[in-house]
C-alpha cells in the first residue's frame, strides 16, 4: 500500500479512513434499504425477474416507472416494485387503447367519405357502403 503524503490529503481532502468510513456509511444504507425494498438487485436480474429484457427494465427506469437505488456507483432495483410490476398482466405490442383509438378513426373516416375508403385495410373494418336515408 503506497503511503499518503501531505500533499495528497491536501489535493483528494480526504484519507484512507475517511473513504473506509463513507464505504461502511454506504454499506449501512444498502443493507437497510435491502431489507425495506425486500432485497435488491441489479438491472440484469431485474430482466430476468420481469421475463425481459434489460433494455426493457433500463427504459421503464428512465420512464421512472422502476425505482433506482444507487449504491456503490451501481444501479439496484427493488425486489418488491418488481413483484408488484409483475402483478399487472402485460400484453406484448402496442396496448389496447391506441388500437381502439385507431380502430374508431377509421371507421369514423368510411362512414363519414366511403368514396375514400382504403382498399388496403383488413377485413375486420371493412362495412359495406350503405346509402344514408332522409
Known amino acids: 500500500m503506497d503511503a499518503i503524503t501531505p ?29 425495506e425494498e425486500s432485497g435488491l438487485v441489479n438491472i440484469s436480474q431485474g ?19 422502476l425505482t433506482p437505488f444507487k449504491f456503490f456507483g451501481r444501479t439496484y432495483l427493488s425486489v418488491r416494485e418488481l413483484k408488484e410490476f409483475q402483478k399487472v398482466e ?25 368514396a375514400q375508403m382504403r382498399h388496403d385495410i383488413t377485413e375486420d373494418f371493412k362495412q359495406p357502403h350503405r346509402p344514408v336515408v332522409e
Open 90 to 114: 402485460r400484453l406484448p405490442g402496442r396496448p389496447w387503447g391506441k388500437k381502439i383509438i385507431a380502430a374508431t378513426k377509421m371507421a369514423g373516416a368510411m362512414l363519414l367519405d366511403p
Open 7 to 35: 500533499l495528497q490529503i491536501l489535493l483528494d481532502g480526504s484519507t484512507e479512513v475517511e473513504q473506509a468510513d463513507s464505504v461502511q456509511v454506504e454499506l449501512a444504507q444498502f443493507s437497510k434499504t435491502s431489507a
Open 47 to 65: 430482466g430476468y425477474i420481469l421475463d425481459r429484457s434489460k433494455q426493457l427494465v433500463q427504459r421503464l427506469v428512465a420512464q421512472r416507472r
